[in-house]
């Protein structure tokens, strides 16, 4: 029978604070907890197994064999099994080959081995229908986190560390030290496995742990983990507050498509750096659905094109392209793009649906008396029927098109009025036309022809008519 001692009430008071302060938990919760076998997931596992009555919590056990260690890893899923069994607590124990996986991604083994386990914990959740995914990170790994992202140059929100809660992902250890987790597995006779992996300075983090903390502590301050514990929590009130500043202008600043974030320069460029950096940030969160990958020289490299001339751009990570066009910034998938062409013969008096397009063409004649033009607007024109020489096609633009926009004497290239008219480069092959020949009447949703226009001299009328389908 377990007697609770002082360490013991301790590390749970922690525990129950952190999840009543974060609203990790809720009462009649199904959790997946990730379990390696080591002292931090025992730990985490023993406890919330100690309040699931309490809180009417039901409990799933995820292991992920990473291959790297062999017989030893064998042994530590043959642990976590035998444990749950004894606990009453459904398990699932799987075998990945993470080191293949690697060699096949170019990923580090620790970005790796994450990568698998997470996906796994989801399949899991998904697979039992639970509420939440719990695992062991505590406040020294914060503390480890904040020292190696800023020993990479991170910005502001990654010294904040890692967070109690994060959409499916929960913390319950957070806010409890090693030392306490290490004397509970202790004082409960838990027996935790040991990795030997994380007594070797073969990582970044391990060196950090073993090698770094340890001499700051010695040298500089002793109480380096409270004192990072303090920055991470002020950083992340000045982030939050940031984060509530960015939204409110990129809600502004920004139209939000599936595959491509328009920005209003004139909306950004007043901007104070700060602000720009986030909303460029918030931007490829928007598009990718993660920042993983990006970092301040991806967003530094965004920020350089405003005020560069159009066409200027760069590659960046996750096939994401950023340019300027005219007075926009623009971040889109870079994808290759079908050229849709589109070409239709005008009917008179029949309503045509253009399914790819999502549009009803609707020509009709019309006599001068049936016609006010009082209340003109973009999807509907009236032009005199007699000047038409051709065949009207709508269609999208051809070599050699001609327009010669109302109000203008002369003609010109549609190309030239498509840039006289700041209409993006990669939205002029699906603008659509209404052609008489070569000759274009109405580049659509914009200006007729001066040729077509009606004058006192018209007698019959052709009022074209192009809205979107019902629906979209």
């Given at each position: 029978?377990?007697?609770?001692?002082?360490?013991?009430?301790?590390?749970?008071?922690?525990?129950?604070?952190?999840?009543?302060?974060?609203?990790?938990?809720?009462?009649?919760?199904?959790?997946?907890?990730?379990?390696?076998?080591?002292?931090?997931?025992?730990?985490?596992?023993?406890?919330?197994?100690?309040?699931?009555?309490?809180?009417?919590?039901?409990?799933?056990?995820?292991?992920?064999?990473?291959?790297?260690?062999?017989?030893?890893?064998?042994?530590?899923?043959?642990?976590?099994?035998?444990?749950?069994?004894?606990?009453?607590?459904?398990?699932?124990?799987?075998?990945?080959?993470?080191?293949?996986?690697?060699?096949?991604?170019?990923?580090?083994?620790?970005?790796?081995?994450?990568?698998?386990?997470?996906?796994?914990?989801?399949?899991?959740?998904?697979?039992?229908?639970?509420?939440?995914?719990?695992?062991?990170?505590?406040?020294?790994?914060?503390?480890?986190?904040?020292?190696?992202?800023?020993?990479?140059?991170?910005?502001?929100?990654?010294?904040?560390?890692?967070?109690?809660?994060?959409?499916?992902?929960?913390?319950?250890?957070?806010?409890?030290?090693?030392?306490?987790?290490?004397?509970?597995?202790?004082?409960?006779?838990?027996?935790?496995?040991?990795?030997?992996?994380?007594?070797?300075?073969?990582?970044?983090?391990?060196?950090?742990?073993?090698?770094?903390?340890?001499?700051?502590?010695?040298?500089?301050?002793?109480?380096?983990?409270?004192?990072?514990?303090?920055?991470?929590?002020?950083?992340?009130?000045?982030?939050?507050?940031?984060?509530?500043?960015?939204?409110?202008?990129?809600?502004?600043?920004?139209?939000?498509?599936?595959?491509?974030?328009?920005?209003?320069?004139?909306?950004?460029?007043?901007?104070?750096?700060?602000?720009?950096?986030?909303?460029?940030?918030?931007?490829?969160?928007?598009?990718?659905?993660?920042?993983?990958?990006?970092?301040?020289?991806?967003?530094?490299?965004?920020?350089?094109?405003?005020?560069?001339?159009?066409?200027?751009?760069?590659?960046?990570?996750?096939?994401?392209?950023?340019?300027?066009?005219?007075?926009?910034?623009?971040?889109?998938?870079?994808?290759?793009?079908?050229?849709?062409?589109?070409?239709?013969?005008?009917?008179?008096?029949?309503?045509?649906?253009?399914?790819?397009?999502?549009?009803?063409?609707?020509?009709?004649?019309?006599?001068?008396?049936?016609?006010?033009?009082?209340?003109?607007?973009?999807?509907?024109?009236?032009?005199?029927?007699?000047?038409?020489?051709?065949?009207?096609?709508?269609?999208?633009?051809?070599?050699?098109?001609?327009?010669?926009?109302?109000?203008?004497?002369?003609?010109?290239?549609?190309?030239?009025?498509?840039?006289?008219?700041?209409?993006?480069?990669?939205?002029?092959?699906?603008?659509l036309v209404v052609a008489d020949g070569s000759d274009i009447v109405w580049v659509v949703g914009k200006r007729i022809s001066e040729k077509y226009k009606i004058t006192s001299n018209t007698k019959d009328i052709l009022m074209i008519s192009i809205t979107k389908s019902p629906g979209l």
């Amino acid at each position: 029978m377990v007697q609770w001692g002082v360490v013991m009430n301790s590390l749970l008071d922690i525990v129950k604070n952190t999840i009543s302060k974060h609203k990790l938990i809720s009462y009649g919760a199904s959790l997946v907890i990730g379990v390696s076998g080591g002292a931090d997931s025992l730990c985490l596992l023993h406890v919330i197994k100690s309040i699931r009555n309490e809180w009417g919590l039901k409990l799933y056990a995820v292991h992920l064999n990473h291959m790297f260690r062999g017989a030893e890893a064998e042994e530590d899923a043959l642990f976590v099994r035998q444990i749950c069994k004894e606990w009453d607590i459904p398990a699932f124990i799987e075998t990945f080959d993470v080191p293949a996986y690697i060699k096949q991604t170019g990923l580090s083994p620790e970005e790796a081995g994450r990568e698998i386990r997470y996906r796994l914990f989801e399949e899991v959740r998904q697979k039992v229908g639970a509420d939440k995914i719990a695992v062991a990170q505590n406040l020294n790994d914060n503390v480890e986190t904040v020292l190696m992202r800023f020993l990479r140059g991170t910005g502001i929100e990654g010294l904040k560390g890692i967070e109690a809660a994060r959409d499916n992902i929960i913390r319950p250890l957070l806010e409890v030290e090693r030392s306490k987790i290490e004397d509970y597995c202790n004082q409960n006779q838990l027996l935790p496995r040991i990795d030997k992996t994380n007594l070797q300075t073969i990582y970044s983090r391990n060196k950090i742990r073993l090698e770094l903390i340890p001499y700051i502590k010695q040298n500089f301050n002793p109480s380096i983990e409270n004192a990072m514990t303090r920055l991470s929590s002020i950083v992340k009130d000045e982030n939050d507050y940031l984060e509530t500043q960015a939204e409110h202008y990129f809600s502004k600043a920004a139209a939000i498509g599936s595959e491509k974030i328009s920005y209003n320069i004139n909306d950004i460029e007043n901007c104070h750096t700060a602000i720009k950096r986030r909303i460029i940030r918030l931007g490829i969160l928007r598009l990718t659905g993660s920042l993983r990958g990006y970092d301040s020289k991806n967003i530094e490299l965004v920020l350089d094109l405003i005020g560069k001339k159009t066409g200027s751009a760069i590659e960046l990570p996750k096939n994401i392209k950023a340019y300027i066009s005219y007075n926009q910034l623009i971040l889109t998938k870079n994808v290759e793009k079908v050229n849709k062409k589109c070409y239709y013969n005008l009917i008179y008096d029949f309503c045509t649906a253009l399914s790819d397009y999502g549009y009803n063409v609707l020509v009709q004649k019309k006599q001068l008396g049936e016609v006010s033009f009082d209340n003109r607007e973009l999807h509907t024109i009236y032009i005199d029927e007699a000047k038409i020489k051709n065949q009207l096609i709508l269609r999208t633009r051809q070599q050699g098109d001609i327009f010669s926009p109302i109000g203008m004497s002369g003609s010109k290239k549609l190309k030239d009025y498509f840039i006289d008219e700041k209409i993006p480069k990669d939205m002029r092959d699906q603008m659509l036309v209404v052609a008489d020949g070569s000759d274009i009447v109405w580049v659509v949703g914009k200006r007729i022809s001066e040729k077509y226009k009606i004058t006192s001299n018209t007698k019959d009328i052709l009022m074209i008519s192009i809205t979107k389908s019902p629906g979209l």
